[in-house]
């Protein structure tokens, strides 16, 4: 099993920067892809940004340029994402993904609000 818990959302003005942070606990090693999802009122979850164990990494196009995603895995597996630039339309519950052999993880998802 592995515990999933985000953190680092919250309200930003336009063209601001926020960092969210995934800390993963338990069974880590299992985990090959990891990412970042989101989702606004009314709409689907879409894949934000995407890195594998291998530090691949792909995005969204709406966010290529503004968002870096990253991760480290000393004790416990940790995934960030840096949001720079930050507009209106970012604004979402993002939530972490991570991807092991034998199934999916979900975060709770945290808040985030761009907004002046």
């Known amino acids: 099993q592995v515990h999933v818990v985000e953190s680092g959302g919250g309200l930003v003005q336009p063209g601001g920067s926020l960092r969210l942070s995934c800390a993963a606990s338990g069974n880590i090693f299992s985990i090959y892809n990891m990412g970042w999802y989101r989702q606004a009122p009314g709409k689907q979850r879409e894949l934000v940004a995407g890195?594998?164990?291998?530090?691949?990494?792909?995005y969204a196009d709406s966010v290529k340029g503004r968002f870096i995603i990253s991760r480290e895995n000393v004790k416990n597996l940790m995934v960030y994402l840096q949001m720079n630039s930050l507009k209106p339309e970012d604004t979402a519950v993002y939530y972490c993904n991570l991807v092991g052999a034998v199934r999916n993880y979900w975060g709770q998802g945290t808040q985030v609000t761009v907004s002046s």
């Open positions: 890195i594998t164990s291998g530090d691949v990494t792909n």
